[in-house]
T-cell receptor, first 112, second 112 residues
């Protein structure tokens, strides 16, 4: 199994540009999450989804949008990139609330 | 005060030493996760605990729900154990669907 696949691994954006971070899982997991990891800080939840068609905001959703049209895919959209969005982004999934969490390899994003 | 606190923040030890990383939390939880992150790498789940103790190879994780405390132990440590170890909890509030709350991580270096 591929598990959780994130693309791209690295990206440099200019201020004001937009991009979509892709996340796909092949484990038929219901729950999917986007987190960001900043130096010296714990991961923070951006958005999450409990199934196709259902998404909700996490702790730090401003400047981001998500969609969940299929069980497998959970893309994260950045509109009008800002330097404060420079971070490492992780997508994660789990079958249920009390099951193991699987993480992607991360996307390192720099906004200049 | 962070809801999840880890100690120590940094730990350097010699190969073969017994390692203990601690995690304290201040909220009601349904589960606690221990995760491993190698430099520049993705995040891997080591354990998910809701009570008692789990063992996998040289790794042991324990949790005391009453004291809101968990420990991760590494026996016969090896340089390949060098990584950041992250404690994360699934809070009871919100039905647990709204992701994990993370500690800042413990940076472990095992010297040969």
């Amino acid at each position: 199994n591929a598990g959780v696949t994130q693309t791209p691994k690295f990206r440099i954006l200019k201020i004001g540009q937009s991009m979509t971070l892709q996340c796909a899982q092949d484990m038929n997991h219901n729950y999917m999450y986007w987190y960001r990891q900043d130096p010296g800080m714990g991961l923070k939840l951006i958005y999450y989804s409990v199934g196709a068609g259902i998404t909700d905001k996490g702790e730090v959703p401003n400047g981001y949008n998500v969609s969940r049209s299929t069980t497998e895919d959970f893309p994260l959209r950045l509109e009008l990139a800002a330097p404060s969005q420079t971070s490492v982004y992780f997508c994660a999934s789990s079958y249920g609330v009390l099951t193991e969490a699987f993480f992607g390899q991360g996307t390192r994003l720099t906004v200049v | 005060k962070n809801e999840v606190e880890q100690s120590p923040q940094n730990l350097t030890a010699q190969e073969g030493e017994f390692i203990t990383i601690n995690c304290s939390y201040s909220v009601g939880i349904s589960a606690l996760h221990w995760l491993q992150q190698h430099p520049g790498g993705g995040i891997v789940s080591l354990f998910m605990l809701s009570s008692g103790k789990k063992k996998h190879g040289r790794l042991i994780a324990t949790i005391n729900i009453q004291e809101k405390h968990s420990s991760l132990h590494i026996t016969a440590s090896h340089p390949r154990d060098s990584a950041v170890y992250i404690c994360a909890v699934r809070r009871n509030s919100g039905g647990g669907a709204d992701g994990l709350t993370f500690g800042k991580g413990t940076h472990l270096i095992i010297q040969p």
